[in-house]
């Protein structure tokens, strides 16, 4: 860019500092020269002189300088491997939703969220596969642990992105959880209470009950049981603790079937239920990043879905216990 240009705040941009902008949109432009051009008035929102810290609003006009070189956006970062044709209709089977706003993808068990030590395929290395045109790369606002499949939510612009993770941390979700836990509790529904840390073992991540971890709570209500073998479990999280769910039920002396850390040989049946862990997302309630609310379900994974029907459980019929009445 050579000239001055004028700019017209798109509604991705709504309600960021200004500052924050340049550097979202020019980030080759150092912060020290930001300010420089800022104090100069060179830089200017509406034709008024700006410092910094202004919120900009769609539809405002942002005067930038000539900035030379730095008017070139950073080259995105090279994947390390190439997705396939096949990879990238996979990604794009998994979508349960999408809007200009919101993806909602029914995440596969297996599948890392983010990469690791010797992880080749995970779904932040498969995120382009699901721009669908758009020029933003969709974003994760949360996680779900390897072999946990289900919903997971991505926002599709920065605003939409901050949106939907502001909603996770300020507790404004309903997630629910399906589990297949070893046994069935004596009490049909309760709520569990634990302070957990990181068990201070390295290279095998693994939650422990602590005096001094972080306060840990899960709602959890029996759907169905097989039983003394085996029950179908709902699980509300209120808090999102690294492997919560899994070290709850554990602790409760109800692991989770195929969750051989945290219940060992004891977490599983015989017969040709699957070894794999049964825990799946099966759906998240959020506040929609343009307003109004929204719930989207997730279908079970094979592994999951064989279970349920070798041992009679009904998913049709599902009413969920956990909902506030």
């Not at 195929?258 to 599983?268: I, P």
């Amino acid at each position: 860019m050579s000239g001055v240009e004028n700019v017209t705040v798109h509604k991705d941009d709504a309600g960021i500092r200004i500052d924050r902008w340049f550097k979202r949109h020019y980030p080759l432009v150092s912060f020290g020269r930001l300010q420089k051009m800022m104090r100069k008035g060179e830089v200017r929102l509406d034709s008024k002189r700006v410092k910094g810290d202004e919120r900009i609003e769609p539809g405002q006009i942002i005067r930038v300088p000539p900035l030379g070189d730095a008017a070139n956006e950073l080259p995105e970062r090279t994947p390390k491997r190439r997705m396939t044709d096949a990879e990238i209709a996979e990604a794009q089977s998994w979508v349960l939703y999408r809007d200009d706003d919101v993806i909602a993808i029914n995440k596969p068990a297996g599948l890392p969220t983010q990469g690791g030590t010797g992880q080749t395929k995970h779904l932040d290395g498969m995120l382009d596969a699901l721009r669908f045109g758009s020029h933003h790369r969709p974003r994760l606002v949360h996680r779900l642990d390897k072999d946990t499949s289900g919903v997971l939510l991505l926002g599709r612009t920065p605003n939409a992105t901050a949106a939907l993770a502001n909603a996770f941390k300020t507790k404004e979700t309903d997630k629910r959880y399906w589990a297949l836990v070893m046994g069935c509790p004596k009490q049909r529904d309760g709520r569990i209470i634990l302070k957990m840390s990181k068990a201070p073992i390295k290279g095998n991540e693994r939650m422990v009950v602590s005096n001094d971890g972080q306060h840990s709570l899960t709602d959890y209500a029996v759907v169905d049981n097989a039983g003394p073998q085996a029950a179908w479990l709902a699980l509300k999280p209120h808090t999102g603790r690294t492997h919560q769910l899994r070290l709850h039920c554990a602790e409760m002396g109800h692991p989770i079937v195929g969750d051989g850390k945290y219940g060992g040989a004891d977490a599983f049946l015989s017969g040709a239920i699957s070894k794999k862990l049964h825990l799946h997302s099966h759906s998240v309630s959020f506040p929609h990043p343009e307003g109004g609310r929204m719930s989207v379900t997730a279908p079970l994974p094979a592994h999951m879905a064989a279970s349920f029907e070798m041992l009679g459980f009904g998913v049709e019929f599902y009413e969920d216990p956990l909902a506030e009445e």
